[in-house]
């Protein structure tokens, strides 16, 4: 453990160790293994820190349960290197609701998905809303958003596809009040989130949402122009002895989560109700 923490101070991470405990999981013995698994203790619902400094939410009851099923403890870790750290071997693995690209496979093995999301456009009331990548190329909208995510990495692609009709891009780095102040400023035209992260800022930031507007992204949108592998996934670095062989005893303890039907009742129980799982034919490796 002091190894652990003494690469952690290395790398300059900000670091608060967190043990998981949820209702359900069988208390820990002193001879139990621990995975030490880092995260930037974000994005909300997914990933939220209550005021006493605890981890809570879906991803992190998901990898507490699966890694339960193969024998292991969890210890969290909050960290702005969650990946980093992955990669270096600081961490077993990292939990973020990590997205597919191919950097980050170039890197690291993803685990079986946990998640699939939908998406929704915002946009102000007083401006038309597009949810296509057709429309927002042709009036040269202007999109928000933080670089190397999934929804950007799209427009990017596309603005190469298609020089004549290119969006626009604002790259923010910044939180979720920061791109909804960029698009009620006219910083944006547009941002993008996936359906449940928006039921949760209508809720979170009401009054700035009274001015705001949503229209959700067809299936066949996103599948034709964001990606095909919209799923979330634990990350292992390649480079990490006995990586590939965890990452494979913790996707089939996720898949059993799925098969027990578990993933449905932590869906529910964090998303109002609605339905994240993957489709068993999502359960593949993508690398």
Same mark, same amino acid.
């Given at each position: 453990?002091?190894?652990?923490?003494?690469? +952690?101070?290395?790398? $300059?991470?900000?670091?608060?160790?967190?043990?998981?405990?949820? +209702?359900? +999981?069988?208390?820990?013995?002193? =001879?139990?293994?621990?995975?030490? +698994?880092? @995260?930037?203790?974000?994005?909300?619902?997914?990933?939220?820190?209550?005021?006493?400094?605890?981890?809570? $939410?879906?991803?992190?009851?998901? &990898?507490?349960?699966?890694?339960?099923? *193969?024998?292991?403890?969890?210890?969290?870790?909050?960290?702005?290197? !969650?990946?980093?750290?992955?990669?270096? /071997?600081?961490?077993?693995? @990292?939990?973020?609701?990590?997205?597919?690209?191919?950097?980050?496979?170039?890197?690291?093995?993803?685990?079986?998905?946990?998640?699939?999301?939908?998406?929704?456009?915002?946009?102000?009331?007083?401006? !038309? *809303?597009?949810? @296509?990548?057709?429309?927002? =190329?042709?009036?040269?909208?202007?999109?928000?958003?933080?670089?190397?995510?999934?929804?950007?990495?799209?427009?990017?692609?596309?603005?190469?596809?298609?020089?004549? %009709?290119?969006?626009? *891009?604002?790259?923010?780095? /910044?939180?979720?009040?920061?791109?909804?102040?960029?698009?009620?400023?006219?910083?944006?035209?547009?941002? *993008?989130?996936?359906? &449940?992260?928006?039921?949760?800022?209508?809720?979170?930031?009401?009054?700035?949402?009274?001015?705001?507007?949503?229209?959700?992204?067809?299936?066949?949108? &996103?599948?034709?122009?964001?990606?095909?592998?919209?799923?979330?996934?634990?990350?292992?670095? %390649?480079? &990490?002895? =006995?990586?590939?062989?965890?990452?494979?005893?913790?996707?089939? !303890?996720?898949?059993?989560?799925?098969?027990?039907? %578990?993933?449905?009742?932590?869906?529910? %129980?964090?998303?109002? =109700?609605?339905?994240?799982?993957?489709?068993?034919?999502?359960?593949?490796?993508?690398?």
């Amino acid at each position: 453990m002091k190894n652990i923490f003494k690469k +952690v101070l290395k790398l $300059g991470a900000l670091v608060l160790a967190a043990t998981l405990s949820i +209702v359900g +999981v069988t208390s820990c013995g002193s =001879g139990e293994k621990v995975l030490h +698994v880092s @995260t930037k203790g974000r994005p909300s619902p997914y990933i939220s820190v209550d005021t006493n400094g605890k981890l809570y $939410g879906y991803d992190i009851d998901v &990898v507490t349960l699966a890694a339960q099923k *193969i024998g292991y403890k969890v210890e969290f870790t909050i960290t702005e290197e !969650a990946l980093s750290g992955a990669q270096a /071997g600081v961490y077993d693995f @990292t939990v973020n609701n990590w997205s597919y690209n191919e950097d980050r496979a170039a890197k690291y093995y993803y685990s079986y998905p946990y998640t699939k999301p939908s998406y929704s456009v915002v946009a102000r009331k007083d401006a !038309a *809303i597009y949810t @296509t990548f057709e429309e927002w =190329g042709s009036n040269h909208l202007k999109f928000a958003a933080s670089s190397q995510n999934n929804t950007t990495n799209a427009i990017e692609k596309w603005n190469t596809k298609n020089p004549d %009709k290119k969006v626009e *891009i604002n790259y923010i780095e /910044g939180d979720i009040p920061t791109l909804l102040l960029t698009l009620q400023s006219g910083g944006a035209d547009f941002l *993008i989130f996936d359906d &449940v992260m928006v039921a949760e800022y209508v809720n979170t930031y009401a009054d700035t949402f009274k001015t705001l507007q949503t229209a959700k992204i067809s299936a066949e949108e &996103v599948a034709t122009n964001i990606s095909n592998h919209l799923t979330s996934h634990l990350l292992f670095g %390649k480079t &990490v002895k =006995g990586a590939d062989e965890l990452r494979k005893k913790i996707s089939e !303890a996720i898949l059993e989560l799925k098969t027990s039907g %578990k993933l449905l009742e932590l869906s529910k %129980k964090y998303f109002n =109700g609605v339905d994240l799982t993957p489709a068993e034919s999502d359960f593949v490796y993508l690398n």
